[in-house]
């Protein structure tokens, strides 16, 4: 199954690690300074260019940047819709 991430960007919902919220993961210091050498070491992927709201971390160690809320993307796995919207 594959899950709709924004900006028409798919990736397989099995690789998925974890969901994280940007407001609530970024006020650690270990994970500001992961997502820092993520990018520094060009593992990052922007779906967006606005204030990203989610990052998701898969299998592969790539954290894709996203514009859509953690509920959102889990709801859509959840459904098996990839374009499913939380209500």
């Known amino acids: 199954m594959y899950v709709h991430t924004g900006n028409g960007r798919l990736m397989r919902a099995e690789s998925i690690i974890g969901i994280f919220d940007m407001d ?6 270990a994970t500001k300074e ?3 050498s993520s990018q520094r070491e060009g593992r ?3 779906t967006t260019y606005e204030l ?3 990052f998701i971390l898969t299998e592969d160690d790539m954290v894709t940047l996203s ?10 796995i959840a459904s098996g819709d990839p374009l499913a919207q939380s209500t």
Not at 24 to 29: P, Q, W
Not at 67 to 76: E, I, K, M, P, V
């Open 52 to 54: 990203p709201k989610s």
């Open 34 to 36: 992961f997502l820092s």
């Open 24 to 29: 609530t993961a970024t006020t650690e210091a």
């Open 67 to 76: 514009q859509l809320s953690t509920s959102s993307l889990a709801g859509r």
């Open 44 to 46: 990052v992927i922007l």
